[in-house]
C-alpha cells in the first residue's frame, strides 16, 4: 500500500494521547506531505488540556501544524478550519457524547466532505470507531452495543480489542449474532490503514497487539489477522 492510497490511519488504543506508541504517529506523518497541517478534534474528552497539548508538542515535533477546533465551534468554523488540511485527528473519549454533539451542529456534514474530498482521517478509540457505519460503544458503561457513526466507511469497527476482553467478546457476540455488522477490530498500539481502492491492513506497534477483519460465519465470527501496512 503506498502512501499516496491512504484514505485513514485509526488505532485502536494508545498513541499520542496517552503518551504511548509513538510509531502510530511516525506512520500518519509517513502518509501525508512535508510540514503537513493536522487538525485536532477533543470533543470526545471535552477538550482536554493534557491532551491538547500532548497532540500539539508530538505532532509539531514530528513537523506539523496542529490546527485544534474547539469543542463549541460551529459549523461554518468548523468549515474554515478544515479548509487546507492534511488530516484530521479525532482523539478517545465519550464517542456517542462526541456523535451527538457533531450532528447537532452539522459538523458531522463538514468532517465527511473534507474526508471525500482527499483529507486523511485519524484517530484513537472514539476517533477511529467514529468514520464507519457503526461502532461497538460502551454504552457509557450501561453494556456493549452498537452505535451508529458518520458512515463513512462500510461496515463495524471496535477499538481496545486486545485490552478490554469484556468489549472483544461482545463484539465477537454481536458479529456472530447479526447485531452488527462485519468489520474491523482494532487492539491498542496498533492501527487500522484504509486505502482508496478498499485494501486494508494493519500497522502493530505493541507486542501481542493487531487488527482484524470481524465477520460472520454461520453461528460464529471469524476474525482474520490483516496483513502488515
Given at each position: 500500500?503506498?502512501s499516496?492510497t ?5 488505532f485502536g ?7 504511548a ?6 506512520f ?9 497541517r493536522?487538525g485536532?478534534i477533543?470533543t ?8 491538547l ?5 508530538r505532532f509539531g515535533?514530528?513537523g506539523?501544524?496542529?490546527r485544534?477546533l474547539?469543542m463549541?465551534a ?8 478544515a479548509g487546507g ?7 478517545g473519549?465519550?464517542t ?5 454533539s457533531w ?13 471525500r ?7 484513537v478509540?472514539?476517533g477511529?470507531?467514529c ?5 461497538l460503544w460502551d454504552?457509557?458503561g450501561s ?6 457513526g458518520l458512515?463513512l466507511?462500510p461496515g463495524?469497527?471496535c477499538p481496545?480489542f ?16 447479526g447485531k452488527?455488522?462485519a468489520?474491523?477490530a ?9 486505502a482508496?481502492n478498499g485494501a486494508a491492513?494493519?500497522?502493530v506497534v ?5 487488527v482484524?477483519?470481524?465477520e460472520r460465519t454461520?453461528n ?5 489477522p490483516?496483513?502488515?501496512?
Amino acid at each position: 500500500m503506498t502512501s499516496a492510497t491512504i484514505r485513514a490511519v485509526l488505532f485502536g488504543g494508545g498513541g499520542v494521547t496517552h503518551g504511548a506508541d509513538p510509531e502510530l504517529e511516525t506512520f500518519l506523518m509517513s502518509c501525508l506531505r512535508s510540514v503537513p497541517r493536522i487538525g485536532y478534534i477533543g470533543t470526545a474528552s471535552s477538550d482536554d488540556p493534557e491532551r491538547l497539548a500532548r497532540v500539539v508538542h508530538r505532532f509539531g515535533n514530528l513537523g506539523a501544524d496542529v490546527r485544534h477546533l474547539p469543542m463549541r465551534a460551529t459549523a461554518a468554523e468548523a468549515a474554515n478550519w478544515a479548509g487546507g488540511l492534511d488530516a484530521i485527528y479525532v482523539g478517545g473519549g465519550h464517542t456517542e457524547r462526541m456523535l451527538r454533539s457533531w450532528h447537532e451542529t452539522g459538523i458531522d456534514a463538514v468532517l465527511c466532505a473534507a474526508a471525500r474530498a482527499g483529507v486523511v482521517v485519524s484517530g484513537v478509540s472514539a476517533g477511529a470507531v467514529c468514520w464507519f457505519d457503526q461502532a461497538l460503544w460502551d454504552g457509557a458503561g450501561s453494556g456493549y452495543r452498537p452505535l451508529d457513526g458518520l458512515g463513512l466507511f462500510p461496515g463495524s469497527c471496535c477499538p481496545h480489542f486486545t485490552t478490554e476482553p469484556a468489549r472483544a467478546d461482545a463484539y465477537r457476540r454481536h458479529i456472530a449474532e447479526g447485531k452488527i455488522s462485519a468489520g474491523f477490530a482494532i487492539g491498542d498500539g496498533a492501527g487500522l490503514a484504509l486505502a482508496a481502492n478498499g485494501a486494508a491492513s494493519a500497522i502493530v506497534v505493541r507486542p501481542g497487539s493487531g487488527v482484524w477483519r470481524a465477520e460472520r460465519t454461520g453461528n460464529g465470527a471469524q476474525l482474520t489477522p490483516l496483513p502488515p501496512a
